[in-house]
Every structure is written in structure tokens, then in C-alpha cells.
């Protein structure tokens, strides 16, 4: 099926570092998500952008809407060893009544404390 | 409740059987998905259900899996003579009108 290109696909850094990963679609999106992930957990919904070109901030989490509906990125600043786990994006199309997401395929974190 | 819930939490089978997984919604959303998740993957769209509408199953990966959702609450997500590729945890998800999903914590399922 259709998936949005995430990347990185890991990372690992050192703790009280900043951290990027973005997603990137062929398609318009109307609805841009952030979910982390935990193991043995469902997927934590994390930033949700509504609008082109919106930036929305969650503590040390920001996320952008690109200005195309095309792309999201997300970035945590001084990275916590909590902050591990992986990281999905979603985009939404929201066409009709339709509003099953398409997924990336993830950005798996690595903390060094 | 206040969350998805999903059970069991985990399930080892063997090849062969029939397995039924549940998912309990949070009351009120409208919306519910059951995803696959394989290990180290991405999320595997299997099946959607949106009220009363028919359910999208585009994504389920063959006729041995189907599902239901009763009354518009509860789901079962139904796998006929497992086989060891069936192996991964399904996640099922709601969602109300106007925001994104939530997540139960899956099922485990291991054919053996």
C-alpha cells in the first residue's frame, strides 16, 4: 500500500542533543500526524497539524506542516533518555468520509545518557 | 473505558488454528482500524470501519482474515488456519470526527 517516505530510519545520539526527522509524500495531505511509540505499546499521538505551513510546539517537540502539504518535520530539542522509542509520521486525506491514515515507516531513536 | 482495549495481549497458536482477536473502542468514536505490525515495521493498514458505512478492507492480506465490528462498538478481528507469516502485533485504533487516532496496546500473535 501507499506509505510516505520517513527518514532517518534510526538514530542514535547523545543525551541534550537536538533531534530532526521529516516525512515526505507525493501527495497532498490535508492532516499531518506525529505518533511515538514505545515497545509493547500502541503508538502515542504526539502533534497533530491541520493546516500548510503550520508549526506547532508540544514541550520540547515541534512539528511543521509544509508550506506543499507534501512534507512534516519533527524535532525534539535536548534530547531525554525517555525520549527512546520510534517515531511514526502519518499523513490523513480526509477524503470523503474516508480518514485512514498513511503511514512512514518510522524513525527508531537511540538515547545515550 | 477510557482507552482501547485490546485482548488478548498476547496469543501463540498453532499453524492451522483459528484465532480471534478483540478490540474494545473508546466509547463514542465512530471511526475503528485494525492495523499489523511486524517486527521492526511500519504499520500495516488491514481494515477500516467508519459507522454504518461498509467497512474499507482493502488492506486485509488475504480471505482468511476477516472482521467485524458489532453494534458499532466492538471489533473481532478473525484469522483463519494461522500460518507463521501471521505472526506480528495487531494494533487496532479509534478515532472520533475531528482528531487523530488512539491506539490499544495490541495483541501478540505467534503461530507456531
Known amino acids: 500500500g501507499q506509505q510516505l517516505n520517513q527518514s532517518p530510519q534510526s538514530m542514535f545520539i547523545q543525551e541534550g542533543e537536538d533531534v530532526s526527522m521529516n516525512c515526505t509524500s507525493s501527495s497532498i495531505f490535508n492532516t499531518w500526524l506525529w505518533y511515538k511509540q514505545d515497545p509493547g505499546e500502541g503508538p502515542v499521538l504526539l502533534i497533530a497539524l491541520y493546516k500548510a505551513g503550520e508549526l506547532t510546539s508540544n514541550g520540547r517537540l515541534t512539528a511543521q506542516f509544509g508550506i506543499t502539504r507534501k512534507d512534516s518535520f519533527l524535532n525534539i530539542s535536548a534530547s531525554i533518555p525517555s525520549d527512546v522509542g520510534i517515531y511514526f509520521c502519518?499523513?490523513?486525506?480526509?477524503?470523503?468520509?474516508?480518514?485512514?491514515?498513511?503511514w512512514g515507516l518510522g524513525t527508531s531513536l537511540a538515547v545515550n545518557p | 473505558g477510557a482507552g482501547v482495549s485490546q485482548s488478548p495481549s498476547n496469543k501463540v497458536t498453532e499453524k492451522g488454528k483459528d484465532v480471534e482477536l478483540r478490540c474494545d473502542p473508546i466509547s463514542g468514536h465512530t471511526a475503528l482500524y485494525w492495523y499489523r505490525q511486524s517486527l521492526g515495521q511500519g504499520l500495516e493498514f488491514l481494515i477500516y470501519f467508519q459507522g454504518n458505512s461498509a467497512p474499507d478492507k482493502s488492506g486485509l492480506p488475504s480471505d482468511r482474515f476477516s472482521a467485524e465490528r458489532t453494534g458499532g462498538s466492538v471489533s473481532t478481528l478473525t484469522i483463519q488456519r494461522t500460518q507463521q507469516e501471521d505472526s506480528a502485533v495487531y494494533l487496532c485504533a479509534s478515532s472520533s470526527l475531528f482528531y487523530g487516532y488512539t491506539f490499544g496496546s495490541g495483541t501478540r500473535l505467534t503461530v507456531v
Open positions: 502519518a499523513g490523513q486525506l480526509n477524503a470523503g468520509n474516508n480518514r485512514k491514515l498513511i
